[in-house]
């Protein structure tokens, strides 16, 4: 499983490591609708963390579709609200 | 891309950020690739999009550079103002002046303060160069690969073979360049809103609120009212040493006779009084009462005749 950190590269991750990652993923989310910023800082960055952890960094010249993607080390929670709703976010 | 959408709405609370983020540059990706009739045109034309991506993306470092020698700048001016408001509180001090020594402060304090604000935009524009400079590089490995994927597309396979191939190439490369643009985006966002800040140093600076010491500048009124005081207390060891001088050379002038005495002691008292007053007036100009002359005229007893005026320093000298 190919997952990109956004503004760091691309990490190859073991499958095995899913689960633990979609937990981190639910207390993310959560804090997003909660509207909770400190948690969702701490979400984040376990998330990163593991991703950063337990993946390999793929090559830099290769050309493979993520299939998950995370937000930045310092993004905020309401970076990624737009990011998740607003597609103009994403320039080009 | 519509089936994606659909997904994103229906499942999104399940569905997880990362799934969800990912989706949304998918989306994209699928609409870039759904205006192209004609594949291989695809593969020129994102390459010539990554080309332009990779100007501004150079574009983007060169500009988070600039502004952070700009907020290096200022926290130079600020660091050497801060110096300065140190040594004025020290000097007045020395003078015995607390209250001027505390206004120094004061305003050291405020330029420290901006100081340290500075220094947290310094870290996080070298931190976005740093990252731009990083995502460059990245982008540039991923464009000389998707133009020798792009050659090898265009060589050997079929219009109808190469589809899929291109579509990978170009799902690959897009994403990578969505990734890019974010960056420069949050840069130029973090470089344009520190700019406003700088621009508001600047001001502040320019205002004399914060002291406007750096340069010598006339708006400096703590360093104005230490110069002040310094030049008044030379002119009192000045007045001191005349009247040291006049005692000194009192009885000489007693000897010439007792109208001396008495043309000496106004002339004194009207120097202490006023330490700036104009010079008396030569003898020539004192027979042509001009407007400016007048009030010197009048402070004078009526009966000293001005040619005595400045035979005094020639006795000073001689003493």
Do not use: C, W
Not at chain 2, 183 to 203: L, S, V
Not at chain 2, 222 to 231: K, P, R, T, V
């Amino acid at each position: 499983m190919i997952v990109r950190i956004l503004g760091e590269g691309q990490f190859d991750i073991d499958d095995t490591a899913t689960s633990e990652l979609n937990r981190l993923d639910t207390e993310l989310e959560a804090a997003v609708d909660r509207n909770d910023e400190a948690a969702f800082t701490a979400a984040l960055h376990g998330l990163l963390d593991q991703v950063r952890a337990l993946g390999s960094p793929l090559p830099v010249d290769t050309l493979e579709e993520s299939d998950l993607i995370l937000p930045p080390q310092d993004a905020s929670m309401d970076e990624v609200r737009r990011m998740l709703t607003d597609e103009g976010l994403i320039p080009g | 891309m519509v089936a994606a959408k659909k997904l994103m709405k229906g499942t999104a609370a399940r569905m997880g950020v990362m799934k969800r983020v990912q989706l949304v540059f998918k989306a994209k990706a699928n609409k870039a690739l759904d205006k192209m009739e004609d594949p291989r045109e695809t593969l020129d034309y994102s390459y010539q999009r990554q080309l332009e991506l990779l100007t501004k993306v150079r574009r983007g470092v060169a500009d988070v550079a600039t502004s952070r020698k700009r907020v290096e700048l200022q926290m130079n001016q600020l660091q050497q103002q801060a110096n300065k408001l140190e040594d004025q509180a020290r000097k007045a001090l020395g003078m015995g002046r607390e209250d001027l020594a505390r206004a120094a402060l004061e305003r050291k304090a405020s330029a420290q303060s901006q100081l340290n604000d500075l220094q947290v935009q310094y870290a996080q524009l070298q931190a976005e160069e740093e990252k731009l400079t990083v995502a460059s590089q990245r982008l540039q490995a991923k464009v000389d690969a998707f133009r020798t994927r792009k050659e090898t597309i265009k060589a050997t396979y079929t219009a109808a073979e190469a589809q899929t191939r291109i579509n990978e190439a170009f799902t690959g490369i897009s994403e990578e360049m969505g990734d890019v643009g974010m960056a420069i985006q949050r840069a130029e966002d973090k470089t344009a809103q520190m700019q406003a800040r700088a621009g508001a140093i600047d001001e502040l600076m320019a205002s004399g609120a914060l002291d406007d010491a750096v340069g010598g500048s006339s708006r400096d009124d703590i360093q104005n009212e230490l110069d002040m005081m310094s030049a008044s207390s030379d002119v009192e060891r000045e007045l001191s040493r005349l009247k040291g001088e006049i005692t000194a050379g009192a009885p000489k002038q007693l000897e010439g006779g007792a109208n001396g005495n008495s043309q000496a002691a106004p002339q004194a008292q009207q120097g202490q009084g006023t330490p700036y007053a104009p010079p008396p007036p030569a003898p020539g100009q004192g027979t042509q009462p001009t407007q400016q002359a007048q009030p010197t005229q009048q402070a004078q007893p009526a009966g000293i005749p001005a040619s005595d005026l400045p035979a005094e320093p020639q006795d000073r000298e001689g003493s």
